[in-house]
């Protein structure tokens, strides 16, 4: 795992069933982060610029009007920018035996849009069911192991002062008004939230203990 360079995965949606929509994909890269956000009819604003002036991190956001252009884009970065390499996709409930939100929303949201998968030769580890098992986020008795609580237990940083939200049910209703700028930061703290559990997992937990699985489909298009 050591020769595997981390990337930290989370996405934004208007809600939890198959015709909803993706609103932001958010990826770590080298020295920095990788945004996509759509914008639908609203105007846009300069998301990206005011996303720069409230963080001191390297965030680069491309925005689109549709969710086809957004996911269209998201696949070519990927097979452009980590399927070539080295590179460990990591999430939180990403994607896990029992199910995960991340890869089977955009499984079907592709396969919506007739685009193809692109995780091709990436491999993938969850780290809700390793924190679970392997760290201790008991909190007045209640042990809860859900992205947030994960983090402000374990991490010592500040994810949380670039979220403006509480709740993560807030971004759907961010996104519908036009608050995209908003909705973008809750999923770059939830991207820094991801990467920060991921190298706390690293420091102390063995390779084994990652249950490392291949993204590639059986049929490769």
């Given at each position: 795992?050591t ?28 020295l920095?982060?990788?945004l ?42 990927v ?6 390499v ?28 007739g ?21 201790n ?40 008004t036009g ?11 939830d ?31």
């Open positions: 795992m020769q595997l360079t981390q990337r930290a995965f989370d996405i934004e949606t208007t809600g939890f069933n198959a015709s909803d929509a993706v609103t932001v994909v958010g990826v770590e890269r080298d920095g982060y990788q996509f956000a759509q914008t639908a009819s609203h105007p846009t604003g300069d998301i990206a610029t005011a996303v720069q002036d409230t963080t001191d991190e390297h965030v680069r956001v491309a925005t689109y009007r549709t969710e086809a252009k957004l996911l269209t884009a998201v696949a070519t970065y097979r452009e920018q980590l399927s070539p080295d590179v460990l996709l990591v999430a939180y409930n990403g994607e896990t035996w029992q199910g995960g939100f991340d890869l089977p929303f955009l499984r079907t949201r592709l396969a919506a849009h685009i193809a998968w692109p995780f091709v030769d990436v491999p993938y580890a969850d780290l809700l069911p390793l924190i679970q098992r392997l760290f986020t008991t909190v007045d008795g209640d042990a809860d192991a859900d992205l947030v609580t994960a983090y402000d237990v374990l991490c010592d940083g500040d994810a949380g002062a670039y979220d403006p939200f509480d709740e993560s049910s807030e971004a759907v209703t961010a996104f519908e608050h995209y700028t908003d909705v973008v930061m809750h999923n770059l703290a991207i820094l939230r991801t990467e920060a559990l991921s190298t706390l997992a690293q420091r102390y937990c063995s390779k084994s203990d990652f249950d490392l699985k291949s993204l590639t489909p059986t049929i490769d298009e």
